[in-house]
């Protein structure tokens, strides 16, 4: 038996995915648990990460019209109840407010008083409430499109919760917009599904696959729902973000109504799309490694580390030439900011620090001491690549090449998911083959189960139910991309004119 | 009897105040009331305006060491109830969770179900569940300074709601920091408390009085609370941000200890500090006029406005005019943005669209058609100048002047109102005049009532009770500015070292 090689977190990605996982959002500081019931505290290092997420999808939305807006947090119960499918969707997992203060409790402390006549439940989804405002700020065809979107807190009372993956309150972005044809809605719905692919894709260096979702996996309400899909490392996927096209169901529900061009009263075609902090979720588990975290250059809440070395009186020295470095360093734009440079000042034991880093993700790492500054050459290291894997520069060519750098390590890290990703994608024509595949374990080291497999399908809803009950396996999307082909349903052996995506979710 | 002149928005200031107020937020589409109680919209107008409070403000905050992060929105009834007088502060006004889900109502509809061990309130401020975490995180002086914000969304059920001013559901920041030494949380509050004042009175506009809280109108639970007060053009008292030293008060309730460089165990001094949306109230209340919002050019949601005049088939020549100036404007740097455009292309009369952009407050419009475009001349107007009066320019030479204009249309509005404010402070010493004077109409046309008033005090709670019930006049601060003096209290007659600000508040 071979020794274990040494790692930063344990258990490691194949002893136990899910333990990692936590153990990797712990070292990195990115988030903990709060100690009220699924709510998770996002800590600075977390935190700046949406930050970046929200900074950058904000620009593409504005960038395509959208403006933002703020909606009450509280729904009434009554506007929840509109529409049936919505209502049975979110009624079961959901905080309802009965009272609006608290007085003295005669057995000590307080208790709930001043009872509300209605129930206000905690939005988990805004359809309702906005749908409210769009009915009255819509009069004419000249009002649409109506392009609004908020940045906010939802929540959903969730059984079993995950953090970032599954939190019973989570920061989102929820788009809603309202048009005038059922055409151009459609056309908005897949607008923003892109512009979740691009920004995951090339922001988060996630490849994702886009496609449609079955009936069974639609959002509460929609007529057609649209997802991007990603695979984990443990090649489980992860729902990254969904547009929805929710035809008239949520204008008839609201009383959406329009006059058009020839002063007829029409009902209005409305979209909505979300993507969540989940995001960061899928962020720590495509890139990261059995070290720590993993940060795509674009999105890391810093692009660099400099850990001054020091011995004896070199103190002053060894910082003025890291500030000096960190300085021209931040002078340097790297996409939509300007890099990023974190120099560490605490004291402590350097192998600590380095490793400190290494966990949270850094990009490049460069230390420098006396013998760094007399010699006058430089080595920085790479998250991407192995700890020892020094790469040779120096103080005065390193801020010229450091977008480059980045670039090339957003580059690589996308590369090897999408690599990842392609290789763990089978076809499978047969339904003893399909079984096989997700009951058996992986051939390699991993011992993951499964993959995403491209398979046939005949359409019903209760093939898909059966194969979920089965393997907890389900239809993730039937991809945009898929070509038509004829085949048959691995089921039923009816025929099936298009492959689905199928496999174990978050 | 002169005849009135005609204005956009009515009534007029002088005429109702109050509701002129509601109808400047109306015809400016900066907000409305929601369908839910005492909770309001913002829309994209307004909400803008926010973004930009919160780009600037955020900057301060990073600059100044602070993190960003996000806590729980629900905070366990237990937790509220640590600290005496916070909860006094609080329960009488916060929305309670009782239940997690909804269910089938015999009756008909649905109705709470779920019933949670422990209601959860919806947080009306953050100490409590913050300081939690904090605890968890502070083991010893070299975790402090801890110095964290969070943008979040509060609740406080408020039984008298007015839009912006005083809402159920918020938006603010929150800022929560702890420190290893009294003096040390003494220099933060008072430094927030500055990076307020400077951002208020430079990007806002707003001139400010930076002072401390008298006990009856400090946070509940803090040892002082500093405030900055703005005078609103009814001459009223508007509270803009509170900064708060909260001494161990919060830190002994939730156990926030730390072990100093001696390795004894001691208690952590914290404080906290916010502004929320209230902010784009006084906005209103401070630089609009009887023709609606005036935005200061730094927080504008856009910064100018172009009208093509549009006759007969010049469409296409004029509106690619306006776009190139349009461009050329828009590259021009205004301090920490571009200068933001937006050409109006909508169908509709000249007249109304031109007022419609007074109305919402953009600081220049220019109308453009062909005589323009023949001449080679352009004229813009100002909004903080009359709307007759036009200034010559062109093409050629605005984008060059640009942000000379809009920094002294800054610069206007800010002394305007810097001007009315000290115009209407007065000093007074003796209860009859004090009295006199806010029972007496002012004697301008206005008829405003008041203003602010330095006088002495004696330090007792029961003379500031008094006067508030006799005149609903309170101490707004006791300002740093103002000299130590002798003095006589006006009410009792004792001694008194200093002047405080009285004034009616928002």
Redesign the interface.
Known sequence: MSKKPKTAINPTRAEDYPEWYQQVVRAADLAEN???RG??????WG??L??NVQRGLDKMFKETGH????????????Y??REAEH?EGF?????????????ADPEG????A?PLEE????RPTSET?IG??FAKWIQSY?DLPLL?NQW??V?R?EMRTRIFLRTT?F?WQEGHTAHSTEAEALEETRQMLDIYAKFVEEHMAIPVIKGEKSESERFPGAVTTVTIEAMMQDRKALQAGTSHFLGQNFSKASNIKFLDADGVEQFAWTTSWGVSTRLLGALVMTHSDDDGLVMPPRIASAHVVIIPVIHGDTRDQVLAYCDELAASLREQRYHDRNVEVVVDR??GRGGQKFWGWVKKGVPIRIEIGMREIEEGKLSYTRRDKAHRDRFDTSKETLPADITGILDDIQRTIYQRARKYRDENIVRIDSKEAFYDYFKQKGKDESGFQGGFVLAHWNGDPAVEEKIKNDLKVTIRCIPFDEPEEEGKCIITGEPSRKRVLFGKAY
Not at 109 to 112: D, H, N, W
Not at 119 to 122: D, E, M, S
């Open positions: 709060s100690p009220v709510c998770m505290v996002i800590k600075p935190y700046s949406w930050e403006q933002n807006a703020y909606f009450p947090i509280f729904i009434p119960k009554s929840l109840e209502v009624a079961k997992e959901c905080a309802v407010v009965t009272h609006h203060r608290l007085e402390g307080l208790r709930p001043g129930p206000l439940i905690v409430i409210e405002m000249r609004i906010a807190n929540v009372w309150e920061l605490r004291d």
